[in-house]
């Protein structure tokens, strides 16, 4: 019988991620994680009984503990089926994707490839930013998380597969930086979508071009540091601050 579950995400959402558990099933024991030597630390015994519910972390959950648990692992990726893997928000504004979002799946080995058993989409606004655009989708990954608590806390059996398919390309760091390695001939419109997606010098990659064996980065200019601090302020905001005002306000 389910009596247990594992709460792998930030100290932020800990508390508050928890307490909606519990108040659909007050009997039930939550108990948190961070990091994966949180995880390594839980006997046996206790996966046997246990479900497991990842939020916004980037902990690689290992397939010998997803094969342990009695009653299998969901995880709420911050991004539409689309765009599994990293920095979905990036690639999404590369695209110029009109729909993003949040999903929750099952954790299997492979990451991002589970079933589907949640989905909240929404539109892109015109002019979003990659900053913005992970704001609304932390804000529909809480929507969506308190739609599916309940049955995470009280139904032993597994949520209902919607049948959705994964994005067939899925992000990487690879990936990620290829896309900011630039070629001597790129077209003016290319060069501006992957300033735009990839320039504000997240994760330390930057759009760059190599040239008789000196390689430019891309640095912004005073107007456009400007810019790319207030879009900063925005992910202050985001978290962790804003991350408790967003789940309050979803509660």
């Not at 959950?61 to 089926?81: C, E, I, K, Q, T």
């Amino acid at each position: 019988m389910l009596d247990t579950v594992i709460l792998l995400t930030g100290p932020v959402e800990q508390p508050v991620l928890a307490t909606v558990l519990q108040n659909h099933n007050p009997a039930l024991t939550v108990l948190p994680a961070v990091t994966a030597a949180d995880l390594d630390a839980f006997a046996p015994s206790l996966l046997r009984r246990a479900r497991l519910v990842a939020f916004t972390t980037p902990v690689i959950v290992p397939a010998r503990m997803l094969d342990a648990l009695g009653y299998g692992a969901y995880n709420f990726h911050p991004g539409s089926p689309e765009y599994p893997g990293w920095a979905p928000a990036h690639f999404a504004i590369y695209d110029r994707a009109p729909l993003f979002g949040a999903t929750a799946h099952v954790m299997i080995e492979r990451v991002d490839a589970g079933p589907i058993v949640g989905v909240e989409l929404l539109p892109v606004p015109a002019g979003a930013t990659v900053h913005s655009l992970e704001c609304l989708a932390y804000a529909a990954l809480a929507r969506l998380y308190w739609l599916l608590a309940k049955d995470l806390a009280t139904q032993s059996d597994p949520l209902p597969d919607l049948g959705m398919c994964w994005g067939s390309r899925k992000g990487s760091r690879r990936s990620y930086a290829r896309i900011c390695d630039i070629s001597p001939d790129i077209s003016r419109d290319e060069l501006d979508r992957r300033v735009r997606a990839f320039g504000d010098d997240h994760f330390g990659l930057n759009p760059s071009i190599s040239l008789h064996g000196y390689t430019f980065r891309l640095v912004k200019s005073d107007e456009a540091r400007g810019t790319m601090r207030q879009d900063q302020t925005e992910v202050a905001l985001a978290t962790p601050h804003h991350a408790e005002t967003i789940l309050d306000a979803v509660a």
